[in-house]
């Protein structure tokens, strides 16, 4: 029978903030593949938690390496916890490749939820986040950069981004540059750790802060998305159209005419009395 490969959602920075069920894989797993097995071994001191499986490092450099023998021994039955130093695995973090070839192989895939550098920061940015985008860590090389920020201009969705501390400043002067320096932003800084750090200001701001800063730790930034172009002006004939549209979709009078206003920004009484009217 095969085994089973589970991902372990690791505290951003606080141990307290490690579930019951990680505790729990980490001390039945028969291997666990660690980013960092020095992290590891600090986080199950500071847990108090046996370590009773056998550990591997398993990072960027040696993924493509170590996963056929990982995938043999989830064939064989072995029980595969994997864990990075923080947040969840395969999120701009290792794991993607590991959980590719498990599932090619037919072997369970399982998760424990845990901290998330995405989520936290959106959470506490103050901005929207009924509808957001994670675009992870940005090319590296500064003409890379600023294309793909110049693609994202006009991205309605809230925006969140990786970036390392020593590329962070050029990274706000991009995109100030390409969003505008009035964008909202908030830029966080070592979540649930010591230090933590919470920046809510326009991208300008923000970057002639960052370029006189010694910035330092793990940021997550959060960019509010672009204002939506004004709704071009539809003609009752138009506005009833598409509720008729969506009604021969199935939907009701009532949510059809709820679904256009939210479409065009068209007040739904508006909306409702010209769907009335045809």
Same mark, same amino acid.
């Given at each position: 029978?095969?085994?089973?490969?589970?991902?372990?959602?690791?505290?951003?920075?606080?141990?307290?903030?490690?579930?019951?069920?990680?505790?729990?894989?980490?001390?039945?797993?028969?291997?666990?593949?660690?980013?960092?097995?020095?992290?590891?071994?600090?986080?199950?001191?500071?847990?108090?938690?046996?370590?009773?499986?056998?550990?591997?490092?398993?990072?960027?450099?040696?993924?493509?390496?170590?996963?056929?023998?990982?995938?043999?021994?989830?064939?064989?039955?072995?029980?595969?916890?994997?864990?990075?130093?923080?947040?969840?695995?395969?999120?701009?973090?290792?794991?993607?490749?590991?959980?590719?070839?498990?599932?090619?192989?037919?072997?369970?895939?399982?998760?424990?939820?845990?901290?998330?550098?995405?989520?936290?920061?959106?959470?506490?940015?103050?901005?929207? $986040?009924?509808?957001?985008?994670?675009?992870?860590?940005?090319?590296?090389? /500064? +003409?890379?950069?600023? =294309? *793909?920020? &110049? !693609? @994202?201009?006009?991205?309605?969705?809230?925006?969140?981004?990786?970036? $390392?501390?020593?590329?962070?400043?050029?990274?706000?002067?991009?995109?100030? /540059? +390409?969003?505008?320096? =009035? *964008?909202? &932003? !908030? @830029?966080?800084?070592?979540?649930?750790?010591?230090?933590?750090?919470?920046?809510?200001?326009?991208?300008?701001?923000?970057?002639?802060?960052?370029?006189? +800063?010694?910035?330092?730790?793990?940021?997550?930034?959060?960019?509010?998305?672009?204002?939506?172009?004004?709704?071009?002006?539809?003609?009752?004939?138009?506005?009833?159209?598409?509720?008729?549209?969506?009604?021969?979709?199935?939907?009701?009078?009532?949510?059809?005419?709820?679904?256009?206003?939210?479409?065009?920004?068209?007040?739904?009484?508006?909306?409702?009395?010209?769907?009335?009217?045809?």
């Amino acid at each position: 029978m095969s085994g089973v490969l589970v991902l372990l959602g690791a505290p951003l920075g606080n141990p307290a903030d490690v579930s019951a069920r990680v505790r729990d894989e980490l001390s039945r797993a028969d291997i666990v593949a660690a980013e960092d097995t020095r992290r590891l071994a600090r986080l199950a001191r500071d847990l108090d938690v046996p370590i009773p499986g056998r550990v591997v490092s398993y990072f960027e450099g040696n993924e493509e390496r170590r996963t056929p023998s990982l995938v043999a021994a989830l064939r064989e039955g072995a029980r595969v916890a994997l864990i990075t130093d923080g947040g969840m695995p395969s999120v701009s973090d290792p794991g993607f490749r590991l959980v590719r070839a498990a599932i090619a192989a037919g072997v369970p895939v399982q998760a424990v939820p845990g901290p998330s550098a995405v989520t936290t920061a959106l959470a506490v940015s103050g901005l929207p $986040a009924d509808r957001f985008c994670f675009e992870g860590f940005l090319p590296r090389t /500064a +003409a890379a950069r600023r =294309a *793909r920020l &110049a !693609a @994202l201009a006009t991205e309605e969705r809230t925006l969140v981004f990786f970036e $390392a501390p020593h590329r962070v400043a050029a990274m706000l002067a991009d995109a100030a /540059a +390409a969003f505008g320096p =009035a *964008r909202p &932003a !908030a @830029l966080c800084r070592e979540l649930t750790k010591t230090h933590e750090e919470i920046r809510r200001a326009p991208l300008g701001e923000l970057a002639a802060w960052a370029a006189e +800063a010694d910035v330092r730790g793990e940021i997550t930034l959060v960019v509010a998305g672009a204002e939506a172009p004004p709704a071009a002006a539809l003609s009752a004939e138009e506005l009833a159209d598409r509720v008729a549209s969506y009604e021969r979709q199935g939907m009701s009078r009532r949510d059809a005419v709820a679904a256009v206003a939210r479409d065009t920004g068209v007040p739904r009484r508006d909306v409702y009395a010209a769907a009335h009217r045809a």
